[in-house]
């Protein structure tokens, strides 16, 4: 006879005591350290070196929370979202980047209901920039704005449409962007400011600007026409420049001459009235030496520009052909 080894409930009971041994004692604090374990997971947690914390209790607005190690309420009590607030974001309009580096890459999708605008004289421009910014404020982020990302894109466009179209087509393909790029920033950080968005505008930049596509052919045939008449007009002065301020100075020139002329005239005349007032006096006082005198400093003069030179005896009743004086070979 075979005997079968059968067993009742509390056999069964006793068999997974032996199997388990002794297990079953600390059943109860492998529980606590799994519970504690999620007490702790649901209940610390770390802000990066570039974030806040903000953290809500119940949906409601608690506190903030710098970079490092914290803890908060599990359970879902605390819910903390993370804020980057040192990194700059960038929002770009007409032009997305595929990828950034030393040869940036950009998609070549075009997006004109972003870039197309009027200009103030009703020329039409393809005009792409730009908007770098910051979070200012976590809180004002989260709680007092719906998206920020498409806060700033809406005002950002609204703003350069309307500074683009104060300006002429040349300024602000030339001359005002500049001026453009500082007044968009100012207006932009002020309309966000006003709707208490949190966020800081670091830059604002016109990239590229240019003629649709459809108009480049006829707007660069403009433009030569404007060059063209710009170098016209450069020849011209040059021209001008150089003829204008030469008749100037050879009138000039000969205004001082005449008026050189002029005075020495004038001294030379009073000059000689005063040798004359001076010799009449003279000759008042001794008429025959001063006639002498004359007479000597007429002939000093005369008798150097003398070619030839006769002595004539005033007995003598003509000349002797014989006295050559002042004539090389000559006899005297």
Same mark, same amino acid.
């Given at each position: 006879?075979?005997?079968?080894?059968?067993?009742?409930?509390?056999?069964?009971?006793?068999?997974?005591?032996?199997?388990?041994?002794?297990?079953?004692?600390?059943?109860?604090?492998?529980?606590?350290?799994?519970?504690?374990?999620?007490?702790?997971?649901?209940?610390?947690?770390?802000?990066?070196?570039?974030?806040?914390?903000?953290?809500?209790?119940?949906?409601?607005?608690?506190?903030?929370?710098?970079?490092?190690?914290?803890?908060?309420?599990?359970?879902?009590?605390?819910?903390?979202?993370?804020?980057?607030?040192?990194?700059?974001?960038?929002?770009?309009?007409?032009?997305?980047?595929?990828?950034?580096?030393?040869?940036?890459?950009?998609?070549?999708?075009?997006?004109?209901?972003?870039?197309? @605008?009027?200009?103030?004289?009703?020329?039409?421009?393809?005009?792409?920039?730009?908007?770098?910014?910051?979070?200012?404020?976590?809180?004002?982020?989260?709680?007092?704005?719906?998206?920020?990302?498409?806060?700033?894109?809406?005002?950002?466009?609204?703003?350069?449409?309307?500074?683009?179209?104060?300006?002429?087509?040349?300024?602000?393909?030339?001359?005002?962007?500049?001026?453009?790029?500082?007044?968009?920033?100012?207006?932009?950080?002020?309309?966000?400011?006003?709707?208490?968005?949190?966020?800081?505008?670091?830059?604002?930049?016109?990239?590229?600007?240019?003629?649709?596509?459809?108009?480049?052919?006829?707007?660069?045939?403009?433009?030569?026409?404007?060059?063209?008449?710009?170098? @016209?007009?450069?020849?011209?002065?040059?021209?001008?420049?150089?003829?204008?301020?030469?008749?100037?100075?050879?009138?000039?020139?000969?205004?001082?001459?005449?008026?050189?002329?002029?005075?020495?005239?004038?001294?030379?005349?009073?000059?000689?009235?005063?040798?004359?007032?001076?010799?009449?006096?003279?000759?008042?006082?001794?008429?025959?030496?001063?006639?002498?005198?004359?007479?000597?400093?007429? @002939? @000093?003069?005369?008798?150097?520009?003398?070619?030839?030179?006769?002595?004539?005896?005033?007995?003598?009743?003509?000349?002797?052909?014989?006295?050559?004086?002042?004539?090389?070979?000559?006899?005297?």
């Amino acid at each position: 006879m075979e005997w079968k080894d059968v067993r009742g409930p509390d056999d069964i009971i006793n068999v997974g005591r032996e199997k388990f041994g002794d297990t079953g004692k600390f059943l109860p604090l492998i529980v606590l350290a799994v519970f504690l374990l999620i007490f702790a997971g649901s209940s610390v947690y770390s802000i990066g070196p570039d974030e806040v914390g903000v953290v809500q209790r119940f949906g409601r607005y608690a506190y903030t929370t710098s970079p490092g190690l914290h803890a908060k309420l599990p359970f879902g009590i605390d819910k903390v979202t993370k804020i980057k607030v040192t990194k700059i974001f960038t929002q770009e309009f007409g032009m997305r980047t595929l990828r950034a580096g030393v040869k940036t890459q950009y998609s070549s999708r075009k997006y004109p209901e972003e870039s197309i @605008m009027l200009t103030g004289d009703l020329n039409i421009l393809d005009v792409r920039w730009i908007v770098q910014f910051k979070v200012k404020s976590a809180t004002d982020l989260l709680f007092k704005t719906r998206d920020p990302v498409d806060n700033v894109q809406d005002v950002s466009e609204v703003v350069m449409r309307r500074l683009v179209g104060d300006y002429c087509v040349d300024e602000v393909l030339t001359t005002k962007r500049e001026e453009i790029n500082d007044f968009a920033q100012i207006e932009i950080q002020k309309i966000l400011d006003n709707y208490q968005a949190g966020i800081q505008i670091d830059t604002v930049k016109l990239q590229d600007v240019n003629p649709p596509d459809e108009v480049k052919l006829a707007f660069n045939e403009v433009n030569e026409a404007k060059q063209e008449k710009e170098r @016209m007009i450069n020849q011209a002065w040059e021209a001008y420049n150089k003829t204008i301020p030469r008749a100037r100075g050879e009138a000039e020139k000969t205004i001082r001459q005449a008026e050189g002329y002029q005075l020495d005239k004038v001294n030379r005349a009073k000059g000689e009235a005063e040798r004359f007032l001076d010799t009449w006096a003279e000759y008042k006082k001794a008429p025959e030496i001063t006639q002498k005198r004359l007479y000597l400093e007429t @002939m @000093m003069n005369v008798l150097p520009r003398a070619k030839e030179k006769y002595i004539i005896d005033p007995e003598q009743t003509s000349i002797l052909p014989l006295l050559n004086i002042g004539q090389k070979g000559g006899s005297q």
